[in-house]
């Protein structure tokens, strides 16, 4: 069993940048991947980036060259910097696990709008 617990979202202009933190409450050295979804009102939930367990990060191509994922073992956390903000990066993004099931954070809000 894995929780994850989203934080860094908020409201941001374009151009803007902001980070997102994904804390897990176990370690996640042993995680086969950690990744980030969103979805915006009215849409459905497309996924964004992910990171595997060897380091290895794929991103959706609406955020290549934007955005990074990262992780910090000894923190137990996964980040998402965000970078270059269109209004279309609104949603709420939401953070998952792919362990021995699939787990999901509650998400965090994040607005870009002049």
């Known amino acids: 069993q894995v929780q994850l617990v989203e934080s860094g979202g908020g409201l941001v202009q374009p151009g803007g940048s902001l980070r997102l933190s994904c804390a897990a409450s176990?370690?996640?050295?042993?995680?086969?991947?950690m990744g980030w979804y969103r979805q915006a009102p009215g849409k459905q939930r497309e996924w964004v980036a992910f990171i595997t367990s060897g380091g290895i990060a794929n991103y959706a191509n609406f955020v290549k060259g934007r955005f990074t994922i990262s992780r910090d073992n000894a923190k137990n956390t996964v980040y998402l910097q965000m970078n270059s903000l269109k209004p279309e990066d609104t949603a709420v993004y939401y953070c998952?696990?792919?362990?021995?099931?699939?787990?999901w954070g509650q998400g965090t809000q994040v607005t870009v709008s002049s």
């Open positions: 998952n696990a792919l362990a021995r099931d699939t787990y």
């Open positions: 176990r370690s996640i050295f042993s995680i086969n991947a």
